[in-house]
């Protein structure tokens, strides 16, 4: 059995899409909007159409495992929290640094043909009940492009809300208003990548930057919860003008949007070059900041970031989260989302402190 025909099997109806003549059809999970004939693929290659039906990724699993939501990354949702990361096969872009290439490039790669081996059956109850049972606050569809396998995501999703955890998606953000709005009434967060500010960037990668632009405002207008990650590559996205434009924009629509300026490691096809320096994501964060957003951070350096892996308040700068990594070292901040010093609200969704974090009789924080 091939991967396409183990994948094909484990498909159901999609919902995501428009019908057009001759039993064509036009895909709307994703910015490529696929006119899909009968018999073909779209560009992700595991949402087809078989007589006229589109057939869409269903009930199995390629990677699963219990994270720190810091990890994915979210700093201002449920902060110190576990979610149940769970991810299908296949991606809608082709990022040449792709570090999750074995599972994204599922059927447009043929070295990822051994990703079938990973597929493991499964039911959305059975995903709740795993996510219930590892005491994780969050589901967070993750690891491949989730827009592409949207669907199912709002059948686990509905089912974790029923539950009372919160959801997240970690996306490129090529999305759609229709698949946006389908995701809503189901979704709580939504990380996006704006991996440049260049269209012919983006157009190397297999997307347009008008999507991804487009898709961080309406997502922001829609009131999810959002939080954005720039990968810094060297020679690629790392200029002075990019990241200002990058920070501007994002200022533009919410000072509040956290930005995650986070480093490149070799992996996939650009194992030649240089990793981010440490100095180039203080740069990008310091123009983050210049720029006017609150809440900017600097990730993948291990613990090397300084004060840019730390929450502080905006009002009177007071550290809130302390972190090193995924790890939280001192948490501050109220059940409310306010800061115990002067009162000034720190935009998110947060909760009581975190289970990572537990308050001795002195109302001290203890590492746990």
């Given at each position: 059995?091939?991967l ?6 484990l498909?159901a109806p ?5 019908k057009?003549d001759?039993?064509?059809l036009?895909c709307?999970?994703c910015g490529?909007?696929?006119l899909?004939?009968?018999?073909r693929?779209?560009v992700?290659q ?9 057939r ?12 720190p939501i ?17 991810g299908m096969?296949?991606?809608d872009?082709?990022?040449?640094y792709?570090?999750?290439w074995f ?7 043929p ?8 597929v493991?059956e499964?039911?959305?109850?059975q995903?709740?009940?795993?996510a ?20 199912w ?6 089912g974790?809300k029923t ?23 189901h ?6 990548d ?5 269209d ?6 297999g ?5 991804v632009l ?13 939080e954005v ?5 060297p020679g690629f ?5 990019e990241?200002w434009?990058?920070a501007r924009?994002?200022?533009?629509i ?8 986070t ?14 320096p ?17 809440y ?8 090397r ?6 929450t502080r ?6 550290p ?5 990594g ?8 109220t059940?409310?989302?306010t800061?115990?010093?002067?009162g000034t609200?720190v935009a ?20 746990v």
């Open positions: 059995m091939t396409a025909d183990k994948l094909d099997g498909t999609g919902a995501l899409y428009e057009l001759d039993n064509a036009r709307t999970a490529h909007r696929c899909i004939r009968e018999g693929r779209g992700c595991v949402r087809f159409n078989a007589g006229g039906e589109l869409v990724p269903w009930g199995y699993v390629a990677a699963l495992q219990t994270d810091e990890k994915k990354p979210f700093y201002h949702f449920l902060s110190g929290e576990n979610a149940l990361s769970f096969l296949g991606c872009l082709h990022c040449s792709c570090q999750n599972t994204s490039q599922a059927l447009r790669d070295a990822s043909e051994g990703s079938g081996q990973l493991r499964v039911s959305a109850v995903l709740v009940a795993l219930q049972h590892a005491d994780a606050k969050i589901v967070a569809s993750t690891y491949n492009e989730p827009l592409i396998t949207s669907e995501a709002v059948a686990v999703f509905k974790a539950a009372g955890l919160k959801t997240v998606m970690v996306s490129n953000g090529n999305a759609t208003p229709e698949a946006l709005a389908y995701l809503r009434p979704l709580d967060g939504y990380k996006i704006l991996k440049s500010m260049q012919k960037n983006y157009r190397q990668l997307g347009v930057l008008q999507n487009d898709s961080i405002t309406h997502a922001h207008k829609l009131g999810l919860w959002v990650v720039t990968l810094v590559v996205n790392d200029s002075n003008a990241l434009d990058a924009f994002l200022a533009g919410s000072p509040d949007i956290p930005w995650h300026v480093a490149f490691h070799r992996d996939y096809k650009m194992v030649g070059g240089e990793n981010t440490i100095e180039t994501l203080i740069r990008a964060a310091d123009m983050g900041r210049e720029a006017g957003l609150r900017v951070y600097a990730g993948n350096v291990h613990g970031a300084g004060e840019y892996e730390t308040c905006s009002g009177c700068n007071q809130l989260i302390t972190r090193q995924f790890v939280i070292r001192d948490y501050q901040l059940s409310k989302g800061c115990p010093h002067c609200a998110g969704v947060w909760t009581d402190a975190p289970r990572s974090v537990r308050l001795n009789d002195l109302g001290m924080p203890r590492l």
